[in-house]
């Protein structure tokens, strides 16, 4: 077990974090959430409800694409369809539970930019776009957002664009996991991974870092979840993000 | 009647400054071999609607062929960004009118139901509204509720890529149908391109798309190629390595394929 | 975890004067067995969404346990008008929220969207917007266009009667599927009632209803008597002109047999 | 050819307006539009498109419910689906041709209630209700009416209730034919049945009656007509709203 990577305590803690019985959505650009949802369905939360841009109910994939995550293999093993766009509306009435969302930036209050570095109508680097975001973190009752790099670039005081705020309540990075405070909405950090610390999340931090009232030991992996993550991701899906 | 005809004759029919929905999601069932006929025609100022959009978005790019786009993500996931449209935005010579995806589904609702805007549950917080435009604010009559709303997003055409399709129009996706339902009815008219093309009377599952609403068949074998079209074909990797590498000479290369079609 | 429960389990859970929409279109796979049961528990001030409602709403109007309808249509096609439903409007027992069924859906879509009103192109010339308060205007902000809205109808339940379900609530309907998938996704919560009741991994088709919407599930063969439920059994003619004969005592019969069930 | 009946001139009346290609819709308690347009598809129309409330697509039924036009053997034979839901968008959005509606009463421009006879509140007779027609009559390109009688109770020169107006284009009765002037926009007589005269209709109708400027003889009905009429329509079902 001394070999985990970022992407193990990223992933399995995206499991951890999936409570039985949610409607959980990931969309694009997705490994390690997909990755996680089957792994929380096999630990802790038989029963969420597994949502994809695909459009199959609860799929067990027998694989992942390392390139895509809105694959039709993301169906494999789906009783029902319930397409993208039920998806959004299952969120805009309040009926979404999670949807793991990400941001080239991201802001202590959980706000994300996937528009644009530089300004808006004269981009230094054209993004991709929110995707799902603006629509779905407003409204999902619990946002996950992860990034696979944390440095001051991406975790700012300000963002250049912001593309979409609202329900962030996690946020997940290589060193660790930050937590939404109900005080003042801000994120605090909640937990520290076994390869990171405090100070190395502080000095790779663009806004300021406290501790969260809730801040936790990192409980280590467990041997069940490290076996079943194997199970699930056969082939190392949850790295691609880091290649 | 038979509405089929041949790939060329079917983009010959759109305008320069259409606009145009294209289906599929991302690199999966997007209609790239109608794209590339839209650029050897050396079509100019496009416009395209899309939710998760691509190889379709960015071979327009790379082609200049492209004047703006109505997408909430422009991008090759973890293959990485959409080079040329990343370029052409960056450059100002395309318009990225941003929207969530939901948004965009939006815009199509309000032209499926023929009204000028639709309401939406979302955007709260996000600049995204004053940025774009594409979001302004109503108060509920009934409720006096400030809700944010859409422009209904009609296409000119909506071009979707599909597993099998029949001479009239009748088009059967097999697995997941992505925004193609949506987009299909949101259109002046439709264009299906097909993996195969059968006889009416011989259907063995229900086509979701109902042929009256299909102007155009197109037989379209590996239409969506390098993209995906499940179950009979996965994402060449390697053509979108290469393409991302250098997408003027993929470029090239593919329209010379496809005057040898 | 099984969600089948019996049909007076089911039943119970419905307050007095909750909002039902009931699924199925005229005398077509309607949800009878559940509503004589809401019936037969004695439920009070019912309210019901239903685009075209026959022999389900004139029931309730029968056991007067109707408050009000939001409906196109309520009658019984070429047998006739709803009896008890036309005298209870017309002595102010029962409230018409008259819509057109196409208002209907557009109120049920603001629900699904999360939105508290909808857009939607008619009305034109009607009285009905001045006569119901169903109907206001607003100005598109984008075109300055003139636009007829449809406040949210959010039933706190929706009932669906189908051909096949498995216990977590999936749930097939064969044929006409009329407005029961948007009520399902307008519905705070969805109960099901079943002809057939399948395990969960025997699945041969695709439900069309995916089960984590769907709160319970009922085995209720025969459901939808004395309507039709394609392909099993048709509308059963004599009963239904029984009924209108004499409401009341085609109802205590009802009553009757279900307590025998 | 001598015992045709009101069913009969109704039921090809309403055949002969519908033109090759168009969309075709009728709702609830509509059996003569549910005959006509499978004979008019029989006739000059072959590429018209049905639809209908059960949803399926040029349906092409082996046999009418005389009690129901809602009935699912109306999906007999169809391709494709297209629900209810869709085409009143398909309406909306001014892509169907043809609406056969009905009213109790019906206006000298072609408005038609079905909400109430007396005031809408305190209704003397609460009728069925418009079903579709409030949202397609004003949408729909072809608005063409009908009704099962012909009296002064059921043209009015003013309804009780205005539940739809819109693009009236044509109205049928057991009598004749009314179709909507250009100039005016009121209903004036278009054709007269057979088995009717002019003064007759203008005696049974209440607002005022005169010609269309295209009035024309009524074409009797073909061989070719009636022999497709009985092969689509075995039971009669045309002749159920006459019972």
Known sequence: MSNL????????????????????????ASPMPAVAVQLAKKLHAKRAVYLSIPGGVDAEPSSFSSYSSADPVLREG?????????????????????????????????????????PFDK?????????????????????????????????????????????????????????RSEEDQRLRLYCVFPNSSVEEITENTGFVVEKHEEFEEFSPITEEELQLLELVDQKGTRYSEFK | MSKQISLSEAASVVSD???????????????????????????????VIKTAGALDVDLLATAKSLESVYGGYIGFEMFGLAQSYRKGVQNQEIVAHEHACASVIAGLRASIYGVPFQPINGFQGSE??????????????????????????????????????????????????????????????????????????????????????????????????????????????EAVIDYLKDPNSYLEKLKEAEIHV
């Open chain 1, 5 to 28: 990577q970022a992407a193990d305590y990223i992933t399995v803690s995206m499991a951890r974090l999936i409570q039985d019985g949610e409607r959980v959505f990931h969309g694009v």
């Open chain 2, 17 to 47: 400054g259409a606009l145009l929905a294209l289906g599929g999601n991302a690199l999966h069932r997007s209609p790239v071999a109608f794209v590339t006929e839209l650029i050897r025609q050396g079509k100019k100022n496009l416009s």
């Open chain 1, 78 to 118: 789906s009783v029902s369809d319930f397409p993208l766009s039920d998806i959004f509306d299952l969120s805009a009435r309040g009926a979404l539970d999670v949807a793991f969302l990400s941001g080239a930036q991201i802001d202590g209050y959980g706000c994300l930019n996937l528009s644009a570095i530089g």
């Open chain 1, 123 to 179: 981009p230094k680097v054209r993004l991709p776009g929110g995707a799902g975001s603006a629509a779905l973190l407003p409204t999902v009752k619990r946002g996950i957002l992860w990034k696979t790099n944390h440095d001051k670039r991406g975790f700012v005081e300000k963002l250049d664009v912001i593309t979409a705020a609202g329900n962030t309540e996690y946020v997940i990075t290589p060193l660790g996991i930050f937590k």
């Open chain 2, 128 to 237: 995204l509204p004053e940025l774009t435009g594409q979001i302004k604010y109503v108060d509920c009559p009934f409720t006096g509720k400030k809700t944010a709303v859409v422009p209904a997003l009609r296409p000119d055409y909506t071009v979707i890529h599909v597993n099998i399709a029949d001479e009239q129009g009748n088009a059967y996706i097999e697995g997941a149908v992505f925004e193609d339902l949506i987009m299909v009815r949101a259109a002046e008219k439709v264009i299906v391109t097909a993996e195969k093309i059968i006889s009416s009377d011989s259907w063995t599952v229900r086509p979701q798309v109902p042929g009256f609403l299909v102007e155009s068949v197109v037989l379209a074998e590996q239409g969506a190629v390098p993209g995906s079209c499940a179950p009979s074909y996965s994402i060449d990797k």
